[in-house]
């Protein structure tokens, strides 16, 4: 059983590639921190239901059926981790319900959550699936979703890459960067995007009173100043500032090139009170090339 004291990282797993993808990178996580792993397939009979028609009943040997399938995906999970991490603990889960808002009651007491980006039930074409957004959007916890083919183990030198805006999210943002970054062995790469709205448009010249170079000069001081405290906290993470003129989620996006990971705060300055997801972490949840952390305050 799980330890009732430490909070598991719980992956949605549903055995699809990008399922199998987090669960690996869910079990190197959890081998580092020390922490179990739930393994979560939700199973909808609902579904099941509309598809014979509205209000129609699904024959009890279907449904043990569905059951039996879902028990099966649960198993196979169950193989393929302890393959992987044979010293980690792992715990099965299968629920009946729906997908997003099980794993959404299950981050009460978890640690993080980790997804694919798009599991069996996403079309082909989309480039994130229903679940992953949803989650990514409503969760308490820091949910880090595998983009693509993407896993961290695949790039032995790639960086953490951190976003910083100076707003609560980008600073809580950045304590899981550098904690990742500090038990990977990786390096970090603090990353602040800045722009000039009213002249950042297409066709409209800076004139030559604004000193690009000043600006940016500041930029890296504030950034310089967030970074502190946590530079002294983990002496052994190596650390690069990046200051980029452009707008955030160009600049984010093209980072994930050369990132292991890439983590985001759930919203930033420019965002408007009742967004829980700002512009910038839902366009590299969309279309980042390597997994995505995004973290919430508190």
Do not use: N
């Not at 009460?108 to 694919?116: E, F, I, P, Q």
């Not at 983590?263 to 090339?289: E, P």
Request: contains cysteine.
């Amino acid at each position: 059983m799980t330890s009732s004291i430490l909070r598991p990282i719980v992956v949605g797993y549903d055995g699809s590639p990008p399922a199998c993808r987090a669960l690996a990178w869910a079990l190197e996580e959890a081998r580092l921190r020390k922490l179990p792993v739930r393994l979560v397939h939700v199973y909808e009979p609902a579904m099941h239901s509309l598809a014979l028609g509205y209000g129609a009943m699904v024959p009890s040997a279907v449904l043990d059926g569905i059951h039996d399938k879902a028990r099966e995906v649960v198993e196979q999970g169950l193989v393929e981790a302890r393959a992987l991490a044979p010293d980690v603990e792992v715990e099965g889960h299968l629920v009946a319900g729906t997908a997003a808002s099980t794993l959404l009651g299950l981050s009460d007491d978890a640690t993080m959550l980790v997804l694919g980006s798009r599991g069996l039930g996403g079309f082909r074409g989309l480039l994130l699936g229903s679940v992953s957004h949803q989650v990514g959007v409503h969760a308490k916890v820091p949910v880090v979703v595998l983009r693509g083919d993407s896993a961290m183990p695949a790039m032995p030198g790639g960086p953490v890459v951190v976003g910083l805006d100076g707003s609560p999210a980008s600073l809580e943002a950045l304590g899981f960067a550098f904690d990742v970054a500090s038990r990977h062995g990786r390096p970090l790469v603090a990353l602040h995007a800045w722009e000039l709205p009213v002249y950042d448009a297409p066709g409209v010249t800076v004139p030559p009173s604004i000193a690009l170079e000043e600006i940016e000069d500041d930029e890296m001081r504030v950034t310089a100043e967030q970074l502190a405290g946590w530079c002294d906290k983990y002496p052994d993470v190596e650390v690069e500032q990046r200051i980029v003129h452009g707008p955030a989620e160009r600049v984010m996006v093209e980072a994930t090139s050369e990132a292991a990971l890439l983590v985001v705060g759930s919203r930033g300055r420019g965002g408007f009170t009742g967004l829980l997801l700002g512009s910038v972490g839902l366009a590299v949840l969309h279309h980042a090339h390597c997994p995505v952390a995004v973290v919430r305050p508190g």
